[in-house]
């Protein structure tokens, strides 16, 4: 027996169905369509947020290190003005003739002519039964 070939119906009823057949895998293609489309760029919004979170943390932690850096430059600022006025003062004294015999009579010894230097140690300066230590 040999089969004979299938036919199509061709009325009005098999053609509504392949309309519909038609239409639903349309609409199942769109949809399929704007799904991919929504994951792509859901996806790209992530790698962008993920980008930027990434970046402010960053900028935070530089910004923190810059700050704390900027702490460290203003106290060694301080240290430094408070030296050069300390300095300046010391430049200043140098220059005075009667500070500078001071001195160097009492760092070096120097004596004028015809003086004689005395060296005491330290505690004969102290007044017998008066303690330093227990004053302060």
Not at 26 to 55: D, E, N, P, S
Not at 66 to 85: C, E, H, N, Y
Request: charged share 25%; hydrophobic share 35%.
């Amino acid at each position: 027996m040999a089969k004979a070939p299938i036919s199509r119906i061709d009325n009005a009823y098999a053609r509504s169905q392949d309309m519909k057949l038609q239409q639903n895998k349309w609409t199942q293609h769109k949809r399929q369509v704007h799904r991919r489309r929504g994951i792509f760029m859901l996806a790209v919004l992530v790698i962008v947020l993920f980008t930027g979170g990434t970046q402010l943390v960053r900028l935070q932690h530089e910004q923190q290190a810059a700050a704390a850096q900027l702490a460290v430059s203003k106290s060694k600022l301080k240290q430094v003005k408070t030296r050069k006025s300390a300095l300046k003062v010391q430049v200043d004294q140098l220059n005075n003739p009667g500070y500078l015999e001071k001195m160097i009579r009492s760092q070096y010894y120097v004596s004028k002519k015809g003086e004689t230097v005395f060296t005491l140690p330290a505690s004969a300066n102290k007044v017998p039964g008066e303690d330093t230590e227990s004053n302060k």
